[in-house]
């Protein structure tokens, strides 16, 4: 019976899924994100319209019992469902709590006195260019904590890296090998610290493309006035757009892949007390490494490890979540996708070590949950992704029915689900998931992943660590056809499917009942996500740009006349400035804030100004690293801009770069 019986079964189903819709237009004006009982209520909701939908796909939608393809088939995508489905469910309690560390730190600060606590600042390098490093260097100089030793730790043993650490000042270590990788690279720093007369009182981690800001050891160091807290992890942000922002033209209005972990994510966990490292960004008790004998090796992902290890002795992993470090984000899509295999691997590695879940050791319950809550992200879910891509195919070329619902039930039970989750996830991470676009970014990375996840499972052991490549020559347009070409084969497949069942009577199109618009929808979902995949795997040309720079006073010398102009953005290399036209080969001296008068010539004229080449001195090209990378406030998207959005999507898809 309906619960709207004179609308019929279908209207009925409507209404459900309009009453879903008209609380959710509500929920922003009742709900408060921040308070723990609303958060526990909403997504509480979620998981009780989670486990309805699990139980009506388990006992009305597949096919009868038997050694059929079609209970095969059915009960195959059954199981990567629920197990997906089980992944979403531990998401969502852990959602339910959040930590906001921010006052703790303020009230905290300079917890130490007079007595400044010593900080050593690792900055492992393998493979890195100069270009990349030097910003790094800098940063960690200018840091404001003042009792600091800024080391480079080379595994590359290059002599024009130590010839620049000794020009710049900053201590310089190499080691004959590069066993253990970075985990080995950091475990050899601390050995040689240990030999110096005064240790560090703590220990600052940065990959070598991070820059920090200028109060990233401050404030991570006012934590630490809880003698229980042995690590302080920051979040990651990125001064440049990562593969898919980038190859979608996105770069202005869609938030990086990684920014719903950083800004909601590890806040949750943190709420849990299970907030992990994360490598980089992260400072350390120097007394608390040497106590559990330094980085594990064990995983490729040394870090996830570390805080369990440090947690197995009795000291907690505590996530400030402020702005206080950026870097690179991998700019090609091979980069991309090789860091989150080999982040997955690694996880494997982790629940099958010693410290793994099921294990005997020293782990609370909670951070056994944590592993398994990453275990569960990892595996089922990219194997489920390219399951939703090709279990569709079976009915329009073999009639294998693998969802057999009529559409009023999919309305009832999966619409008011999905619907209600969407709703929930952009009240709790205003605008930082969509669906669409979400899905993109799990179906790029699925195949190399999965492989990941299994192969890590089954062999946890002699796996090699995968440096992400950053820098380097991102001028060209170039086609990942290797990547591109699984994606390309699973669309022109569907496309002729969905032809062939539309169009000819000998497939199943018109004996399927209701259940054809099930098909019918999922596969034309699948072709808009088969296609902006396609799409990023066409990697655009990339200039170097600081989103988050605000257009400024500056004034531009001339010899024969000064002038204010407007300084609209800016490189270490080049500056755009508006307010004044100049012709081209003008040359003069642009004076910046905080950068000073810098030797310049304009490159070109444009409308309402010129393109200017800059020409700074060691000094000023400092000056610029520290203004660009660390000061201020996070850099990139912090969450959707739909117009924007929208308008950059159009762009793209109609086959232009943009030239944003």
């Known amino acids: 019976m309906t619960a709207f019986p004179h609308l019929g079964q279908l209207g009925a189903a409507y209404i459900q899924v309009l009453l879903v819709a008209g609380i959710g237009l509500l929920l922003p004006f009742v709900a408060d994100r921040n308070r723990a009982s609303h958060r526990v209520v909403l997504y ?18 597949l096919a009868p019992v038997g050694l059929t393809i079609d209970f095969i088939a059915s009960g195959t995508l059954f199981v990567l469902e629920m197990l997906a489905l089980a992944g979403s469910l531990s998401a969502c309690v852990l959602m339910m709590r959040r930590r906001d560390r921010s006052p703790d730190a303020d009230a905290h600060a300079g917890w130490w006195g007079a007595h400044e606590p010593r900080v050593a600042i690792l900055i492992a390098t393998y493979n890195e260019e100069m270009e990349v490093l030097e910003r790094t260097i800098i940063g960690a100089k200018s840091l404001r904590h003042a009792n600091k030793e800024v080391i480079v730790l080379d595994d590359g043993r290059r002599d024009w890296l130590r010839d620049y650490c000794a020009a710049q000042d900053v201590r310089y270590m190499r080691r004959p090998d590069n066993k253990g990788s970075k985990a080995g690279n950091i475990n050899h720093a601390l050995e040689r610290l240990a030999e110096d007369a005064v ?8 990959d070598a493309d991070f820059v920090p800001h200028r109060g990233f050891i401050s404030r991570s160091l006012a934590l630490f006035h809880d003698p229980s807290i042995g690590l302080v992890q920051t979040p990651q942000h990125f001064f440049n757009a990562d593969p898919l922002q980038n190859n979608l033209g996105l770069t202005r209005s869609y938030p990086d892949e990684q920014r719903f972990f950083f800004d909601h994510m590890q806040a949750s966990r943190d709420g849990w007390g299970i907030a992990i ?14 106590e559990i004998g330094g980085m ?60 793994g879940p099921f294990r005997r050791n020293a782990l609370r319950l909670r951070d056994r949950w944590s592993v398994i809550d990453s275990v569960f992200y990892w595996l089922p879910s990219f194997i489920f992704r390219l399951a939703v891509v090709v279990f569709p195919l079976l009915y329009w070329y073999f009639n294998v029915i693998v969802v057999d619902a009529p559409l009023d039930e999919v309305l009832i039970y999966f619409a008011t689900y999905y619907l209600w989750a969407q709703i929930v996830m952009n009240l709790m991470a205003p605008l930082m998931i969509l669906p669409i676009l979400h899905d993109v970014s799990q179906l790029i990375g699925a195949i190399p992943i999965s492989r990941a996840a299994i192969v890590g499972l089954l062999k946890p ?17 170039v086609v990942q056809w290797r990547m591109m070409a699984p994606f390309a084969v699973l669309l022109s497949l569907t496309i002729g499917g969905l032809i062939l069942g539309i169009f000819s009577d000998r497939f199943a199109y018109s004996d399927a009942g209701d259940g054809k618009w099930v098909v019918l929808f999922w596969t034309i979902y699948n072709l808009i996500v088969l296609s902006v995949t396609v799409i990023a795997c066409i990697e655009l040309p990339r200039r170097e740009r600081h989103v988050a720079d605000a257009p400024e006073r500056a004034r531009f010398d001339e010899g024969a006349a000064v002038h204010e102009v407007w300084l609209t953005s800016m490189t270490a290399d080049t500056a755009r400035i508006r307010g004044r036209r100049y012709p081209a080969e003008t040359r003069g001296t642009l004076e910046i804030a905080d950068v000073g008068p810098v030797e310049a010539y304009v490159i070109s004229e444009t409308r309402d100004g010129a393109r200017v080449q800059l020409l700074p001195d060691a000094v000023q090209r400092e000056a610029l690293f520290v203004r660009f990378y660390a000061d201020g406030a996070a850099p990139g ?8 959005m929208v308008s950059d999507l159009a762009r793209r898809l109609s086959f232009s770069s943009g030239g944003r």
Request: aromatic share 10%; glycine share 8%.
């Open 277 to 290: 490292c994360c490598g980089t960004s992260s400072v350390a008790r120097y007394s608390a490494l040497i």
């Open 199 to 206: 240790p560090p009182d703590f220990v600052a981690v940065l």
């Open 461 to 477: 052991k002699g796996h090699p660590f995968s440096v992400t490549a950053k820098g380097g020559d991102r001028s060209r347009i």
């Open 296 to 355: 594990s090796t064990d995983s490729v992902t040394e870090d996830f490890l570390l805080s369990l290890t440090m947690q197995s002795h009795g000291y907690q992993t505590a996530y400030l979540n402020e702005p206080l470090t950026e870097g690179l984000a991998p700019e090609g899509l091979k980069e991309y996708v090789t860091q989150r295999a080999r982040w997955c691997l690694g996880l494997m590695q982790i629940a099958r070590s010693p410290l």
């Open 637 to 644: 998207v912090g969450n959707v801009r739909l117009s924007a």
């Open 44 to 61: 509480g909701i979620t998981i009780f319209m989670a486990l309805r939908y699990a139980f009506w796909r388990a006992t009305e939608t």
